[in-house]
T-cell receptor
């Protein structure tokens, strides 16, 4: 079985500051890992995904995440926050041995960006 | 445009009514799934399908039925709506080669 824990339901940063959103996963088999972003009243947009190639994954909008097996983590970072990054972010896991059949999501982290 | 189409976008039901949320994909993906999103709880899997004629339960299946008679369609049926089913529902299709594609969601209110 898989599960995801996102630490911090809300994270506040100033514009230009580092963004760090934390995600820890639990999986009995090698995982696929994802980060999605959701803007208000919109659907889910894929930021990036880890599928066992490079452990440092670069995504859209300047975001990246590093898969650390020893720490069971997949934290999302961005060097400099923009006002447009304010949204809710979801980490998700899928089991590698079953492909992309289903996703297990974390509870989400709302990123607030102040001027 | 290719993708996942969900209808309706908004729906208000009375307690006890039934309805079907439609989901269709045109990418020939083998996998499809339904999620509900509630504040503070992320997205939770309701039911999923690994191919036509094959479905399975997810984390929160009670009160919902699904069927998959074709590769393209995966409707979600609410048998007798309850206020606890007020939520935003997302359908997704996926394949190992392509990853996941989500629909734009259905906002359901049960009064």
């Amino acid at each position: 079985a898989q599960s995801v824990t996102q630490l911090g339901s809300h994270v506040s940063v100033s514009e230009g500051a580092l963004v760090l959103l934390r995600c820890n996963y639990s999986s009995s088999v090698p995982p696929y890992l994802f980060w999605y972003v959701q803007y208000p009243n919109q659907g889910l947009q894929l930021l990036l995904k880890y599928t066992s190639a490079a452990t440092l994954v670069k995504g859209i909008n300047g975001f990246e995440a590093e898969f650390k097996k020893s720490e069971t983590s997949f934290h999302l970072t961005k060097p400099s926050a923009h006002m447009s990054d304010a949204a809710e972010y979801f980490c998700a896991v899928s089991a590698m041995n079953t492909g992309f059949q289903k996703l297990v999501f974390g509870t989400g982290t709302r990123l607030l960006v102040s001027p | 445009n290719a993708g996942v189409t969900q209808t309706p976008k908004f729906q208000v039901l009375k307690t006890g009514q039934s309805m079907t949320l439609q989901c269709a994909q045109d990418m020939n993906h083998e996998y499809m799934s339904w999620y509900r999103q509630d504040p503070g709880m992320g997205l939770r899997l309701i039911h999923y399908s690994v191919g036509a004629g094959i479905t399975d339960q997810g984390e929160v299946p009670n009160g919902y039925n699904v069927s998959r008679s074709t590769t393209e369609d995966f409707p979600l049926r609410l048998l007798s709506a309850a206020p606890s089913q007020t939520s935003v529902y997302f359908c997704a299709s996926s394949s190992l080669d392509y990853g996941y594609t989500f629909g734009s969601g259905t906002r359901l209110t049960v009064v």
